[in-house]
DNA sequence: ACAATTGTAACCACATTGGTTACGAACTTA
DNA sequence: TAAGTTCGTAACCAATGTGGTTACAATTGT
């Protein structure tokens, strides 16, 4: 599980913005939904708007809207937009290359960390912000998102 | 993506027992693999004996087996051993209930992680120790391991 | 000109992580 | 019994990442 709540924002900030469809939002009005502050969800939405997921304008009239239609945009964008993967995941100091399992077991975890987040990713690109939105107005059919 | 490398510490620890095939591996050698220090592969050990996967002795002769076959330890075993989930990858606060996505997002998006979390175990569920092993094992390398 | 809004930088408090030292408990062997 | 080895765990540390906050320049519509 990450540890961070970026991936959860986004998707808040995105199906907001999808119920917007069109008109502006603004970060403040953002984050008073997402209870969070304003330059918190200005992070996320540059985030997004640098994977071409928003678009966002300055002054008097400016907010964010999505750069495409709610059924356009899958989770795994925002995911993928939003979690920077450090490579952090594997051992901090290179294992024994003097012990044959020390030797050989970094790609070997690699490719099942690969495969592993891989399923991850493929569950995430089967949504999209339309059907989270759908599940959102529909709360009386429980929290499914996917037919 | 995990921030620890708490499971990839337990996969290289679990594949050099079962290289070890029964007999008791101290942590100081198995540090030695690992490239770490001994108590952080004490807690790796204690936590995967928790779970019922490897047994330890203490003393002179001291040391530990895995508890099982190692085709019969799969790396979500390892997984579900090692990582405490931190209840952590949502809202920091509760999202304002006073807006209706603020209101309903929570359990779409737990909704959501689940499946993306579940994807992911299927996966580790498909491999064991044995397929690890055998991944990493080449006959020209050599029959024991040397710390 | 003015007010509102974004975009970022800077800083803080907090949590988590892996590494290290230390020490008591358990175990084997002589 | 005595000695030596090993585990189990607590305690502490430095490094890192996180979200929250303040501040301020740049941009934009009225």
Same mark, same amino acid.
């Not at 997402?34 to 008097?60: D, E, F, M, Y």
């Not at 925002?78 to 020390?102: F, K």
């Given at each position: 599980?990450?540890?961070?709540?970026?991936?959860?924002?986004?998707?808040?900030?995105?199906?907001?913005?999808?119920?917007?469809?069109?008109?502006?939002?603004?970060?403040?009005?953002?984050?008073?939904?997402?209870?969070?502050?304003?330059? #918190?969800?200005?992070? &996320? /939405? !540059?985030?997004?708007?640098? @994977?071409?997921?928003?678009?966002?304008? %300055?002054?008097?009239?400016?907010?964010?809207?999505?750069?495409?239609?709610?059924?356009?945009?899958?989770?795994?964008?925002?995911?993928?937009?939003?979690?920077?993967?450090?490579?952090?995941?594997?051992?901090?100091?290179?294992?024994?290359?003097?012990?044959?399992?020390?030797?050989?077991?970094?790609? #070997?975890?690699?490719? &099942? /960390? !690969?495969?592993?987040?891989? @399923?991850?990713?493929?569950?995430?690109? %089967?949504?999209?912000?339309?059907?989270?939105?759908?599940?959102?107005?529909?709360?009386?059919?429980?929290?499914?998102?996917?037919?």
């Amino acid at each position: 599980m990450s540890k961070n709540c970026r991936f959860a924002v986004a998707v808040h900030v995105a199906t907001l913005l999808a119920q917007n469809s069109g008109a502006s939002a603004t970060s403040d009005w953002i984050a008073g939904s997402v209870n969070t502050n304003p330059v #918190v969800v200005r992070r &996320i /939405l !540059s985030a997004l708007a640098k @994977a071409g997921l928003v678009t966002s304008q %300055r002054g008097i009239a400016g907010g964010s809207v999505l750069a495409r239609p709610p059924a356009a945009i899958t989770l795994l964008d925002l995911y993928r937009a939003v979690d920077e993967q450090g490579p952090q995941s594997l051992h901090h100091q290179p294992p024994n290359p003097a012990c044959p399992v020390g030797a050989r077991i970094v790609p #070997v975890l690699e490719d &099942i /960390l !690969s495969r592993a987040e891989q @399923a991850k990713e493929r569950e995430l690109g %089967r949504i999209t912000v339309a059907d989270v939105l759908a599940a959102v107005h529909t709360p009386q059919c429980g929290a499914r998102t996917v037919a």
